[in-house]
Every structure is written in C-alpha cells, then in structure tokens.
C-alpha cells in the first residue's frame, strides 16, 4: 500500500458515507447498551407477543453485528485514507470485495434492525411488563435484581441499525464510482515533494574564480543533425 496520505478520500460520497456508517453503529451501539437484559428475560418468559422472537437473542446479535461491522467499516475507512486507490489496476478488485462486503453489512444490519423494532413492540404490548412499569423512567427490581426499563432505547437502536444498513447500501451503489480514480499516484499535488532550484546556483561556476582566473561557461546547446 502506498504511503500516502488519501485526504481527497474523505470528500467523496463513499468516504462521506463511511463517517455516517460509523457514527451510526455507534449510535446504535450506546442505544443497545442502555436497554434492560431482565426485561428481555421476562418478556421472553411471559411469551404473550412475538413468542417466537427471544428478544435476549436479538440483544445479543444486534451487539454482534454491529461490532462486526463497524470493525469492518474502520478498516476499510483507514485502508482507504492511506491509498488503497493508488494501487492502480489492483483497487479494482479490492473495490468489487469492499463492494460484496457493503452489500452483505447492509442486509445484516436492516435485518436485526427489524428484529430490534419488533423486540420494542414486544415489550409495549406486552401486559406484564407495562404492570410492571416499563413506561416509567425509574429503577426497578426484576428477578431481584435492579434494573432500569430504559422505553424506547431498543425502538431507538433499530432506527440506527436501519439507518447503517440503507447507508451500506447505498455506498455499494457508489463504489463503482472510484474505479475512475484510482490512479498509481495522488491526484492532488500535497503530498508529492515539491523541488526548488535557485538561479543562483547557475552561475555560481560564472562568478567563482580563484587568483583572477576567468571561468568560461561551456555552451549546453545541441546542434541539430544534418544528413
């Protein structure tokens, strides 16, 4: 890879989407954690909507995926800023995995934000968690042990989730769009060494002379060639 620096990367609608991807699984990320696991385990346990979806497992994948993919998405972002385009003919192939992998991140993440939106809905329509008080924003004991309900933090984690899976879609759509860039060098001129010659030092030969000795430039000019 070469050791340049792609600052131009982060201008383009890939590398813009990138930042939005990670922000998002991020996002979804602190919205999972603050949810209840006891409330899970009690909804799962009253089995009185969804009885098939065990939202404990939904928490867990939803935790899995996401750590998955934004693993996946900073590697791909820093491979990027240090010139995966330069590789010329090779980032071509590189462009079509990163693409299959967009796509593939893109399914995983609007699938467990749809189980997520389901698990919310479990819980508020759910008769023995709203007599519980799930509404309230105030600690409570469940299975003896304190918990917080924390509404709408799942509700909250799906609308992430499917905002990432749309955004790795549409960068898969977008990705055919650096194959017309990647070049063996940087397109901009920041990062190529920059060479100044005086014009002093060319006749520094002229004005040097020792012991009053005078110093005849040689002329650099070619004749052309005559037959």
Same mark, same amino acid.
């Given at each position: 890879m070469v050791g340049t620096l792609d600052i131009g990367? $982060?201008?383009t609608p890939t590398g813009i989407l990138n930042i939005a991807e990670i922000v998002s699984l991020i996002a979804g990320l602190i919205s999972v954690a603050f949810t209840s696991r006891l409330y899970c385990? $009690? %909804?799962d346990n009253l089995q009185s909507v969804y009885p098939d979806l065990s939202t404990v497992a939904v928490r867990s994948v =939803?935790?899995? =995926?996401s750590i998955l993919c934004l693993t996946t998405t900073i590697v791909i972002f820093l491979a990027h800023l240090y010139? &995966? /385009?330069f590789l010329g003919r090779n980032f071509v192939y590189l462009n079509q995995v990163c693409l299959v992998i967009n796509i593939i991140m893109g399914l995983m993440m609007i699938s467990i934000g749809i189980c997520?939106? $389901?698990?919310e809905d479990k &819980? /508020?329509?759910t008769p023995g968690i709203l007599r519980r008080g799930y509404l309230r924003y105030e600690y409570q004991y469940v299975f003896k042990e304190r918990t917080h309900p924390s509404p709408g933090a799942a509700a %909250?984690? %799906?609308?992430f989730a499917l905002i990432a899976g749309i955004l790795f879609i549409v960068e898969a759509c977008t990705r055919p769009m650096l194959n017309n860039n990647a070049s063996r060098l940087p397109t901009y001129t920041s990062d190529r060494p920059g060479y100044t010659v005086s014009p002093n030092n060319q006749r520094s030969l002229i004005n040097d002379s020792n012991n009053g000795e /005078? +110093? +005849?430039? +040689?002329e650099t000019s070619v004749a052309p060639y005559r037959v």
């Open positions: 990367y $982060l201008s385990e $009690l %909804a =939803f935790q899995a =995926f010139g &995966l /385009r997520a939106a $389901l698990w &819980l /508020r329509r %909250a984690a %799906a609308t /005078r +110093i +005849i430039p +040689i």
